[in-house]
């Protein structure tokens, strides 16, 4: 008997499952951050207004602090501070990162506009909200492309208490 052997096509089409989809984007991008800079490679156009609007969070957050339990959100410090966070956000929906770090950096303006809307002080329920399918999704392209573990921090606190964003 002869030994059948088997060939596949390359016309045969393979179904594409979002996990396949995203794992291969996450494995290319991975690949392209890896290759050398180019000497005098400008920076990713979305890390400069990322850094814009984690000081517009954070200048907002400490603003709400300071208002303690009056919190007139209507006063002119508010309205102010909030317009130019708002700005810099849509900006940033205008924008295409060419780095990891612009990835990273947009993914977390994703998770703070989309992720869990819970206080991160009220554990458990912040846990549950961390845990369900589209913020586990956000979290993972965030580790991926930041290099870091765990989920994306808290802008408004870790700046305010003297931290950095994200990214660079």
Same mark, same amino acid.
């Given at each position: 008997m002869s030994k059948a052997t088997h060939t596949r096509s390359i016309t045969t089409p393979v179904p594409a499952t979002r996990r396949s989809v995203l794992t291969k984007g996450l494995a290319a991008a991975a690949v392209l951050s890896s290759l050398p800079a180019v000497a005098g490679e400008a920076e990713d156009p979305v890390l400069p207004v990322y850094r814009e609007w984690a000081a517009a969070r954070a200048a907002w957050s400490s603003l709400v602090g300071q208002l303690g339990d009056k919190r007139d959100w209507d006063s002119p410090?508010?309205?102010?501070?909030?317009?130019?966070?708002?700005?810099?956000?849509?900006?940033?929906?205008?924008l295409t990162p060419t780095t990891m770090a612009g990835i990273a950096a947009m993914t977390h303006v994703m998770w703070d506009f989309m992720g869990p809307a819970t206080r991160r002080d009220l554990v458990e329920e912040y846990a549950e909200e961390c845990d369900q399918t589209e913020n586990r999704l956000i979290r993972?392209?965030?580790? $991926?492309?930041?290099?870091?573990?765990?989920?994306?921090?808290?802008?408004?606190?870790?700046?305010?208490? $003297? $931290?950095?964003?994200?990214?660079?």
């Open positions: 410090e508010c309205k102010a501070v909030e317009a130019r966070e708002t700005a810099l956000f849509f900006e940033l929906l205008d993972a392209i965030w580790r $991926g492309a930041s290099g870091r573990d765990g989920i994306p921090p808290n802008v408004e606190h870790e700046i305010v208490s $003297g $931290g950095a964003p994200c990214v660079a």
